[in-house]
């Protein structure tokens, strides 16, 4: 078992803090953007893919941040109210930020690439007074991604739903979620990311990503054992090494390992929103008090779903869609 206590009694299992965007996905698969004329609009960005994962299974969730006064920002949040996700801490911005854009583009299922536009984007305009105490103390957990530390007054405002966490005993969750164009430079990802880091009980990352935090404090071997060592002897009680196809490796504070493998997508589409969809469902199932390695087949199905999808937010599979995959491969073997 996981180790981790949640509180009992909350109105919410789970709550996330960050970045909710647009992605335009290429209609046009197998060629590159220049030639791609179409795209298909979805709700994007990490933390709120992840929440809206939980959702689909049936958690009760909630988003905290910012979107910007204009028809995307209110796409963003209509979609988040009609998965039954509390969006009272999601804020309206004032100050002419944007809607963050993610354009894809598919070149080949295993060959894809994000173009971002993330110049004043609302997400990083959210303020530490605009974070809602009430909502974390009634809610188990709470996410926070590596994204929303790149810029103030973000930055603070994670800072800030930590502290609320840390008073009302509410687990703390952290997508590294690294994103080159957001940071000034890698020593400042690596900085904030373990400040971050370092108040968090379940740490969730790629193998890239754990050595970008390691630039500044760490092992800086890229070795997963010493990474989770590292941690583990903090306040960390899980620490999750994602190696995209090759699966990923779970550790815990009581120094067991558990490694997980893939489920083979039947049609793959593309690449990303895997990560996503393997958090969403991994934390799904730390909720139901699963043992470790069924929250990383859970997570992993997951990712086979979506990553056989044009779309990653609409794809987040149900529970039975993630059993009956499950359920399918094992009749196979």
Not at 63 to 81: T, V
Not at 134 to 162: C, M, N
């Amino acid at each position: 078992m996981s180790g981790l206590k949640f509180p009992e009694n909350r109105e919410l299992d789970f709550v996330a803090l960050g970045r909710a965007c647009v992605d335009l996905n290429a209609n046009e698969i197998n060629r590159p953007m220049e030639e791609t004329s179409t795209f298909t609009k979805y709700v994007g960005g990490s933390p709120a893919n992840i929440t809206i994962a939980l959702a689909r299974l049936g958690a009760r969730t909630g988003f905290i941040g910012k979107i910007a006064d204009d028809a995307l920002g209110r796409f963003i949040k209509q979609y988040m109210d009609k998965q039954n996700i509390n969006t009272d801490n999601l804020v309206v911005d004032d100050t002419g930020a944007v809607t963050g854009l993610a354009l894809t583009e598919i070149k080949a299922p295993t060959d894809c690439s994000i173009l971002m536009y993330r110049e004043h984007a609302a997400d990083l305009e959210l303020k530490a007074s605009e974070v809602r105490e009430d909502l974390i103390a009634k809610s188990k957990a709470l996410l926070i991604s590596g994204t929303a530390l790149a810029k103030s007054p973000s930055r603070e405002a994670v800072f800030q739903a930590l502290a609320y966490a840390r008073k009302h005993k509410v687990v703390t969750i952290l997508d590294i979620d690294y994103r080159a164009f957001t940071w000034q430079s890698l020593e400042e990802a690596s900085t904030y990311c373990n400040l971050a880091a370092a108040q968090c009980d379940v740490i969730l990352g790629g193998r890239e990503e754990f050595d970008i935090l390691e630039l500044t404090a760490g092992p800086d071997t890229k070795d997963d054992q010493a990474t989770a060592n590292y941690w583990l002897e903090d306040k960390a009680q899980i620490v999750v090494v994602k190696h995209g196809g090759n699966g990923s490796i779970v550790y815990t504070k009581d120094g067991t390992v558990y490694k997980g493998g893939i489920f083979p997508a039947k049609n793959m589409v593309k690449t990303f929103g895997a990560g996503d969809a393997y958090a969403g469902a991994f934390i799904y199932s730390l909720f139901q008090n699963r043992p470790l390695d069924k929250c990383q087949e859970y997570g992993s199905a997951a990712a086979s779903i979506v990553v056989s999808s044009h779309s990653c937010s609409d794809a987040m599979p149900t529970v039975e869609q993630i059993e009956a995959l499950i359920a399918e491969h094992k009749a196979l073997q």
